[in-house]
C-alpha cells in the first residue's frame, strides 16, 4: 500500500431513524425553549468560553437532536453561565436556563 501522507477520515453520517431523541423530547418536555432555537449561532459567536475551550450551545442542541447527548455534555461542560448568550439571542431563549436544565438532565 502507498503512503501519500493522508488518511481519509469516516464517514460523519447520523442515521437520524436510528439516533435516540428520547432525551431531547424530555430536556423539550421541561425546557420548551429547546424548541425556539433556530441554529443561528448568535450564542456561540458571544461565547467568552468559546475562545478558550470547545464550547456551544448551538452544537450542543444539535447533537441533542441527533441523539448524541455525550457531545452535548461535553460542549457544555465548560460554559460559566455568564448571560452573554442570553443577551444576544435574537429569539429571546433563556439560554442561562436552557443550559442548567440540559446538565440537569445529564447530571454533570
Known sequence: MIDFGFSVNPS???NLDAADGEKFHRLAAL??????CMACGSCSASCSAAA????????????????????A???????????????VCPRGINTRHLILSILKIYSL
Do not use: V
Not at 455534555?73 to 443577551?87: F, I, N, P, R
Open 73 to 87: 455534555a461535553k460542549l457544555l461542560s465548560h460554559c460559566m453561565l455568564c448571560g452573554k448568550c442570553t443577551m
Open 31 to 36: 425546557e420548551p425553549d429547546a424548541l425556539k
Open 12 to 14: 460523519s453520517r447520523i
Open 52 to 71: 478558550f475551550e470547545d464550547t456551544s450551545l448551538r452544537r450542543a442542541l444539535l447533537s441533542l437532536q441527533n441523539g448524541l447527548s455525550d457531545d
